[in-house]
């Protein structure tokens, strides 16, 4: 019976996608010959069926496991790259903190008391503050992307988040509220606050001076 | 690092020690070092792309390998790969731990855990 042949060109996108998993650093300067590397371990088994994919499959996550999160430590160890980090989840944790336990019962408590806007306003703050924080951190955290780059993905992220919320809202059965041009212009304002923020932030950051891992 | 003591950078994690053998009779690409550890360990010792290139970024830290500039004959040479090779402290730290594995397996024969001389 005829063995039929790994589909190699799959597997090696695959392979190139999960690569992610490792630094940026690192993977720019091996990135390409560890691709190379799995492209010849597919050639050397093609012949051998799903056997032989699923052994390469084996051996290749488990590498993966093991020394991606070495090589991470590693870049975390040098040079300031801790600091840096721990800064940057430091923030993180203050600014949700402080939404969670402070903005939030206070909004909640007094928001038969406001204006319509205002209420609107702080509803937008409190959610988009929340869902832009949580992109922006875990960008900068996996340094998918760094510095501006980074707060602009969080903006566009965070706009197709909370834009596929208030749509779930509107439509979804029973909904009390609906969608109306204040509650529009609050999210617009409270994505234009955040992204300003943020903005300012990675911008005195780069005054400072370049990170010591640069 | 080349003029540290050899014996500073001992024990050797077995990948180090293992690509550091493949180079030590020739210049090798990636995937010839991962070949020729297989062949040497008949097959017991195959290591992955993450373990191969996060090893050799740190011997090249270390001083231990260097990238080599010459390129193997035209239809041999695979223009995408680079080639690595031994430097003379990667060859005093590799005969260093052979040196310490040597030792190792003196005391084991002394205390007659090798069945063969």
């Keep these: 019976m005829k063995t039929p042949k790994i589909n190699a060109s799959r597997s090696r996108r695959a392979y190139a996608v999960l690569l992610a998993a490792y630094p940026r650093e690192f993977r720019r300067e091996y990135g390409r010959e560890m691709a190379l590397v799995f492209d010849d371990r597919c050639r050397e088994r093609s012949t051998g069926g799903a056997a032989a994919l699923a052994r390469l499959w084996g051996e290749a996550l488990l590498d993966l496991a093991l020394t991606a999160p070495r090589e991470h430590l590693e870049r975390l160890r040098g040079g300031g790259g801790v600091m840096k980090t721990l800064r940057t989840v430091a923030t993180a944790v203050a600014t949700y903190a402080f939404t969670l336990l402070v903005v939030a019962p206070l909004y909640a408590r007094n928001t038969g008391a406001m204006p319509g806007f205002v209420n609107n306003l702080i509803d937008a703050l409190i959610s988009t503050g929340l869902i832009f924080n949580f992109v922006f951190l875990v960008l900068t955290l996996t340094r998918r992307l760094e510095g501006v780059r980074a707060v602009r993905a969080a903006l566009a992220l965070t706009t197709l988040v909370v834009g596929a919320l208030i749509t779930l809202m509107e439509f979804s059965p029973g909904a009390h509220a609906h969608l109306n041009l204040r509650i529009v212009v609050a999210q617009v304002l409270s994505l234009l606050v955040w992204f300003t923020a943020h903005l300012w932030w990675v911008l005195r950051k780069g005054r400072a001076g370049p990170p010591a891992t640069a | ?117």
């Design chain 2, 1 to 117: 690092m080349s003029g540290s003591d050899p014996e500073e950078l001992l024990p050797l994690s077995p990948a180090v020690f293992h690509v550091l053998l493949a180079l030590a009779d020739a210049e090798r690409h990636g995937y010839g070092i991962i070949k020729e550890v297989e062949a040497r360990t008949g097959g017991r010792v195959r290591l992955g792309p993450g373990t191969l290139y996060g090893s050799i970024k740190r011997m090249l830290e270390q001083g231990l390998v260097e990238e080599s500039d010459e390129r193997p004959d035209a239809e041999l040479d695979d223009e995408r790969r680079r080639y690595y090779r031994l430097t003379d402290f990667g060859r005093r730290v590799a005969s260093a731990e052979a040196e310490r594995l040597s030792g190792l397996v003196k005391v084991a024969r002394a205390k007659q855990l090798l069945s063969r001389a």
